[in-house]
T-cell receptor
Framework: ETGVTQSPTHLIKTRGQQVTLRCSSQSGHNTVSWYQQALGQGPQFIFQYYREEENGRGNFPPRFSGLQFPNYSSELNVNALELDDSALYLC????????????FGPGTRLLVL | KNEVEQSPQNLTAQEGEFITINCSYSVGISALHWLQQHPGGGIVSLFMLSSGKKKHGRLIATINIQEKHSSLHITASHPRDSAVYICAVGGAQKLVFGQGTRLTINP
């Protein structure tokens, strides 16, 4: 148990729809990172939030957006879903932005039809 | 060429064998992480290291900063060690992941 939870565990959407995925970090962890893991691939960095501000972004289009809240929870929003968005979405929290150990949630598996 | 390369991609061994998984990277890093991912997706952080060697139970991780190479060793492997092992390198902002090594330990 890492103390990081994600919801929902599984989700099915259709192309063009919008989705919100949620992550609850460990208490005191003010940094959360989101990753996308396609089947058979390693995770890819989407973005990181530190103290409720975006603190770095990977090679993902603007339709991927996020929010971080003062209660150590965060959201990943994806608009205009595409078939290629089907993946496991992982969040990971850490105490700070200084490259410390990241604690991963169990992931949300999204299927876009 | 990927920034983080792991080998082998797949490894099958018998219970009790000594296992080595390798990771090479081409970027500057502040730390290297070894992660374990079981079927179903959950990822567990095994080690974070920036130099030398770390040991936890039957797991040993080493890193050579000059050669940009790290190894994960499992001694006396057990079927419950079957999982995907992922190497990731990181600075302050993000982790860059390898493709993972799928390890299967047969009884």
């Amino acid at each position: 148990e890492t103390g990081v939870t994600q919801s929902p565990t599984h989700l099915i959407k259709t192309r063009g729809q919008q989705v919100t995925l949620r992550c609850s970090s460990q208490s005191g962890h003010n940094t959360v990172s989101w990753y996308q893991q396609a089947l058979g691939q390693g995770p890819q960095f989407i973005f990181q939030y530190y103290r409720e501000e975006e603190n770095g972004r990977g090679n993902f289009p603007p339709r991927f957006s996020g929010l971080q809240f003062p209660n150590y929870s965060s959201e990943l929003n994806v608009n205009a879903l595409e078939l290629d968005d089907s993946a496991l979405y992982l969040c990971a929290s850490s105490l700070s932005i200084r490259g410390e150990t990241q604690y991963f949630g169990p992931g949300t598996r999204l299927l876009v039809l | 060429k990927n920034e983080v390369e792991q080998s082998p991609q797949n490894l099958t061994a018998q219970e009790g064998e000594f296992i080595t998984i390798n990771c090479s990277y081409s970027v500057g890093i502040s730390a290297l992480h070894w992660l374990q991912q079981h079927p179903g997706g959950g990822i567990v952080s095994l080690f974070m290291l920036s130099s030398g060697k770390k040991k936890h139970g039957r797991l040993i991780a080493t890193i050579n900063i000059q050669e940009k190479h790290s190894s994960l060793h499992i001694t006396a492997s057990h079927p419950r060690d079957s999982a995907v092992y992922i190497c990731a390198v990181g600075g302050a902002q993000k982790l860059v992941f390898g493709q993972g090594t799928r390890l299967t330990i047969n009884p």
